[in-house]
């Protein structure tokens, strides 16, 4: 009985260890399996970020390829919308790279290429573009030195101009300077201006004093010179009468007015034309005041054409 009950123990724990080593080889096999299940994705992710990096480090040598040529194209002078675009479009394709979920990597090869391509064809335009330039540089350089050629003989023709102007202005102010020596030497000159009194009864007085209630009109004489260069004409003369405080006597309503003299319109107390016959001729000037003459020194200044001919004073006491 009892060596029954001990076999059956032995089988019981027999049949035990069977199954725990049926369980261990399973479990040996499961995690067997996992693992390598879990070393082959980590074998693809490896694999994977290795060409999303190489891939990535393409794309940034293209765009700074780009750059380089956008600023070789626009210090030549081309368009540049062209290239503008296709870094746009590079940029982009750059943050899809690291921001999908989902990456062909093949199709980023075909982007690769093509954008290769683009680069490659700029290649040639800028060529193209350089040998334009260096036409334009020699063209440009031909016309610089036809332009200097054409600036020094500018510049000699308005040197001579100049000169020439110069050599005008200067027979001009010679001219001028001539004629008015000539003018000068023609005027008139008026000689010993003597000034007399007359009274309310036309008695005349010399001697340059005269009491006021004794000056009814003024006499202003003199003698015009003789002289060859002055053409024997008309002459306008003009007589000026100040009174002691310098205020030019006049009187409108009387004869008085004005004329140029320095270029100022001038005011004369009267005037008077006279034939001149170079002979020495006695001109006389009578002047009616039409108030009385207050104390002091008066002036007579006389003009013609222009030209102060002679001046004289006299006394009221």
Do not use: H, W
């Not at 003299?261 to 170079?278: A, I, L, P, W």
Request: aromatic share 6%.
């Amino acid at each position: 009985m009892e060596q029954t009950q001990e076999r059956r123990s032995n089988t019981a724990m027999t049949a035990g260890l069977v199954l725990a080593c049926a369980l261990a080889a399973l479990f040996g096999f499961l995690y067997f399996n996992a693992r390598q299940d879990i070393d082959s994705k980590n074998v693809d992710i490896s694999q994977k970020t290795k060409e999303l990096l190489l891939t990535n480090s393409k794309l940034d040598s293209i765009a700074v390829q780009l750059d380089a040529k956008i600023a070789e194209v626009q210090a030549l002078g081309g368009q540049v919308e062209d290239l503008q675009a296709l870094k746009a479009q590079l940029e982009q394709d750059k943050k899809n790279l690291v921001n999908s979920k989902s990456v062909s990597i093949k199709q980023y090869e075909g982007k690769i290429k093509n954008y290769e391509l683009a680069l490659t064809e700029k290649d040639n335009e800028i060529a193209k573009l350089k040998e334009e330039n260096a036409v334009l540089t020699t063209q440009n350089e031909t016309l610089g030195s036809e332009n200097t050629n054409l600036k020094t003989e500018n510049t000699g023709l308005k040197t001579d101009k100049q000169a020439l102007a110069d050599s005008v202005y200067n027979v001009g102010v010679k001219n001028r300077e001539l004629t008015e020596k000539v003018t000068l030497a023609a005027a008139l000159k008026a000689m010993n201006v003597n000034v007399s009194a007359i009274n309310s009864r036309g008695k005349e007085r010399d001697g340059g004093e005269y009491k006021a209630k004794r000056v009814d009109k003024v006499k202003v004489s003199f003698k015009l010179a003789e002289n060859p260069l002055t053409k024997r004409e008309e002459k306008v003369i003009y007589m000026r009468l100040l009174d002691p405080k310098g205020n030019v006597v006049s009187d409108m309503a009387t004869g008085s007015g004005t004329f140029n003299f320095g270029g100022n319109e001038t005011v004369y107390t009267s005037k008077q034309t006279v034939m001149y016959d170079n002979s020495g001729q006695n001109v006389d000037f009578v002047y009616t005041r039409g108030s009385s003459y207050e104390k002091g020194k008066y002036t007579i200044e006389l003009y013609s054409e222009g030209f102060s001919i002679g001046r004289g004073t006299f006394d009221v006491k």
